[in-house]
């Protein structure tokens, strides 16, 4: 059983460019969800992906999208970069049906400068 | 108010100490408690779930109070390798999806 994986794990950006994200979801799991977790703080909802679509949003701006894939990996890609963008970005995997049981990858620590 | 408070930290602790974390949360039909576990840089990692009755594992043990909406954990016999952020999470259903939300966490640092 293979867990999640995400790439890059350190990426460095300019504000106002662009950024993606990638995640390979657990084996058997068909929901994403991605969070973003800032010095100091815990992980924040941004979205989830089901069946390659949203059916969830945090409280954050447009500019923060998604995208989930029929083998249920997906993307989180953000636009117009902006400072307090630079986190650690965590993806978890979870079925569905049990409304619980995430596993989280490593994260993508990006830093925008 | 923030939806999940936790005891500001971090804690410092001795080898052997036995120590508690707090945690209050705001939304009442919240359906799943845990505890995860962070290391610096790394991911959270679940440590337990916590339920009404109250659960063990091992040194660990997680209490759920649903009236006043309180989560603790208390560690026994600390060593040096529980060092870590201990996140208190709460698990809560919207429109047919499940939300996580998790407390700022609270830092146990352990000492020889």
């Known amino acids: 059983e293979t867990g999640v994986t995400q790439s890059p794990t350190h990426l460095i950006k300019t504000r106002g460019q662009q950024v993606t994200l990638r995640c390979s979801s657990q084996s058997g799991h068909n929901t994403v969800s991605w969070y973003q977790q800032a010095l100091g703080q815990g992980p924040q909802f941004i979205f989830q992906?089901?069946?390659?679509?949203?059916?969830g949003r945090g409280n954050f701006p447009p500019r923060f999208s998604g995208l989930q894939f029929p083998n249920y990996s997906s993307e989180l890609n953000v636009n117009a970069l902006e400072l307090d963008d630079s986190a650690l970005y965590l993806c978890?995997?979870?079925?569905?049906?049990?409304?619980?049981?995430?596993?989280f990858g490593s994260g993508t620590r990006l830093t925008v400068v | 108010r923030k939806e999940v408070e936790q005891d500001p930290g971090p804690f410092n602790v001795p080898e052997g100490a036995t120590v508690a974390f707090n945690c209050t949360y705001s939304n009442s039909a919240s359906q799943s408690f845990f505890w995860y576990r962070q290391d610096c840089r790394k991911e959270p990692k679940l440590l337990m779930s916590?339920?009404?009755s109250g659960n063990e594992d091992g040194r660990f043990t997680a209490q759920l109070n649903r009236a006043s909406q309180y989560i603790s954990l208390l560690i026994r016999d600390s060593k040096l390798s529980d060092s870590a952020t201990y996140l208190c999470?709460?698990?809560?259903?919207?429109?047919?999806?499940?939300?996580?939300?998790f407390g700022k966490g609270t830092m146990l640092l352990v000492s020889p």
């Open positions: 999470v709460v698990m809560s259903m919207n429109s047919g999806y499940s939300t996580l939300t």
């Open positions: 978890a995997s979870s079925l569905i049906e049990e409304g619980d049981g995430y596993t």
């Open positions: 916590v339920y009404s």
């Open positions: 992906y089901y069946r390659e679509e949203e059916n």
